[in-house]
């Protein structure tokens, strides 16, 4: 292991990388096949509620509920401290790795896992979870300048104007289409048409969502956002979309680990998976046909992209 010295530390900084991106988009797969790599270690959702806001003085009237205290209007989250929380997060978690070879992900008996949730359904006729967040075992060899990749879908992206300012970060989209059908399935909140943490850190989602009874309405409203986020905030090469991970077996990560084009692994795209009813999917494509946002466009979606779903 090498000792971190400034010599390195521009070098270590660098390879701090954020991942985001669309729930059910190929984010935990992406962190699972960079964590493979090398030299390079991927967390899924490390952090917590708490992790990300810090503590906040209670007569603070410039902290992370002031505005709701003093005024009684909704919160609005310090998107800059939060920030400084995250890098706070990466320092402490390479000291961590480094000295006692552990780290906190969700995973799935040890080990960052795409399929974390199983095709199997439970009692509530959404997928069973197969993830705990917990501590992992980190046991490959590391120099002290490692690729920490750490991934957050809603919560990265709620402050993304803010992080990409201090950290480099990737987003991870997948044909809406197929995004729409995954979140009828799942037991976390985008099946309710929620993202807990965007809400959290952008009111005005909050607001928007509160105002849309459709459940249907208001996924598609989410869609629209996160996309929106990343084609505003981030430039094309650190989009990267599901269906060309897939299709390169992973190589085209490459963007963000080198490594990753000598390495490939054999991928199977779940754009059509079994677990999406096919009378579901015509329906979802049929409104999102019909739908605007900043899906469709260049390097992105077309339309043909969801009608070819639809007609298989």
Not at 101 to 113: C, P
Not at 225 to 232: S, Y
Not at 270 to 278: F, L, P, S, T
Request: glycine letters at 8%; one cysteine or more; hydrophobic letters at 40%.
């Amino acid at each position: 292991m090498d000792i971190l010295t400034s010599a390195n530390l521009t070098r270590v900084l660098a390879r701090n990388i954020c991942l985001t991106g669309l729930p059910r988009a190929g984010t935990t797969l992406t962190c699972e096949l960079l964590g493979g790599l090398p030299n390079c270690v991927g967390l899924d959702e490390p952090l917590d509620r708490k992790g990300f806001i810090g503590e906040q003085p209670s007569t603070s009237r410039s902290g992370w509920l002031s505005r709701k205290r003093v005024t009684g209007q909704p919160a609005e989250p310090d998107h800059r401290r939060i920030v400084a929380n995250i890098e706070q997060f990466f320092a402490d978690t390479r000291r961590s790795i480094l000295e006692q070879r552990v780290a906190i992900s969700k995973h799935v008996d040890g080990r960052v896992f795409a399929s974390k949730i199983a095709d199997a359904t439970g009692p509530e006729g959404t997928r069973i979870r197969l993830a705990r967040r917990g501590e992992i075992s980190i046991t490959k060899p590391l120099t002290s300048d490692f690729t920490l990749v750490v991934k957050h879908n809603s919560a990265f992206a709620g402050v993304l104007d803010e992080l990409a300012k201090a950290l480099p970060v990737f987003a991870i989209v997948r044909n809406p289409l197929s995004v729409l059908a995954s979140w009828q399935t799942v037991p976390i909140p985008v099946h309710r048409g929620h993202a807990s943490l965007a809400e959290a850190f952008d009111p005005g989602l909050a607001a928007e969502l509160s105002r849309m009874p459709d459940t249907l309405d208001r996924q598609l409203h989410l869609v629209g956002w996160f996309f929106e986020r990343f084609v505003r905030v981030l430039p094309p090469q650190s989009i990267l979309r599901y269906e060309d991970i897939v299709g390169s077996d992973g190589q085209m990560l490459e963007v963000i680990q080198p490594s990753a084009a000598g390495r490939s692994v054999p991928l199977a795209s779940r754009n059509q998976a079994k677990v999406y009813h096919e009378g579901t999917m015509r329906k979802l494509g049929e409104r999102l046909l019909a739908a605007q946002g900043a899906y469709w466009g260049p390097g992105l979606y077309s339309r043909d992209d969801v009608a070819e779903l639809l007609s298989v």
